[in-house]
């Protein structure tokens, strides 16, 4: 499968502060689709980006996708207790997913 | 989406033995999924459990150690044979379905090996 790679593996930010998560590829590509997995819970889907340079939003969710679509990125504004959990990317190849390391955030109220 | 269940959520196992989880869809699907994912670390993939023939294995697991069944599209048995502390993990289904063929997964069982 597609190896990515996530930075950080683990992020504390004080209530408020902004955080994002990169994942990077060696090789292009086709699409990327982001995971959120609470403490104790099982990972769901956030979103899919599919197109060079993609960027979406969700409230205060933005998602990247890079130019060469070897990268992509989640940013989170003005973070919550709520965004507490792992966030994974994991490329969709045949509709098989390869995870990556995941970034853990911890948010301190 | 689908909706998924898995049986057991934990269980506490001696070395040894067997232990199968079962995993429940609420609706027809054609592909399903297991992973591992030990304390901490990220999801592994175990095997594709394909309906009507063998499962199609990762490098790194193998039949005889992980068994799987999927005798429908909404169902898929996993067996840990002959488990060792290593073997203690969470075990996750999982379904691609959706717009994005984005995965949907069960709440996963807790395997502790002693």
């Known amino acids: 499968g597609q190896q990515v790679m996530q930075i950080p593996q683990y992020q504390h930010v004080q209530e408020g502060e902004d955080f994002t998560t990169y994942c990077n590829s060696s090789?292009?590509?086709?699409?990327i689709q982001w995971y959120k997995q609470r403490p104790g819970g099982h990972p769901v889907f956030l979103i899919q980006?599919?197109?060079?340079?993609e960027v979406k939003k969700q409230k205060r969710l933005t998602f990247q996708f890079g130019e060469a679509k070897k990268n992509s990125s989640l940013h989170i504004t003005a973070t919550q207790t709520t965004d507490v959990g792992t966030y994974f990317c994991a490329p969709n190849a045949g509709n098989m997913l390869t995870f990556g390391g995941g970034t853990r955030l911890m948010v301190k109220p | 989406s689908a909706v998924i269940s898995q049986k057991p959520s934990r269980d506490i196992c001696q070395r040894g033995t067997s232990l199968t989880i079962q995993c429940q869809v609420d609706?027809?699907?054609?592909?399903m999924f297991w992973y591992r994912q030990q304390p901490g670390q990220s999801l592994t993939l175990i095997a594709t459990a394909n309906q009507g023939s063998e499962a199609t294995y990762e490098s790194g697991f193998v039949i005889d150690k992980f068994p799987i069944s999927r005798p429908n599209l909404t169902f898929s048995t996993l067996t840990v044979s002959n488990m060792s502390p290593e073997d203690s993990s969470i075990y996750l289904c999982?379904?691609?379905?959706?717009?994005?063929?984005?995965?949907?997964f069960g709440p996963g069982t807790r395997l502790t090996v002693l």
């Open positions: 999982s379904v691609s379905d959706g717009v994005y063929n984005e995965q949907f």
């Open positions: 609706s027809q699907v054609t592909m």
């Open positions: 090789t292009t590509l086709s699409n």
């Open positions: 980006l599919v197109k060079s340079g």
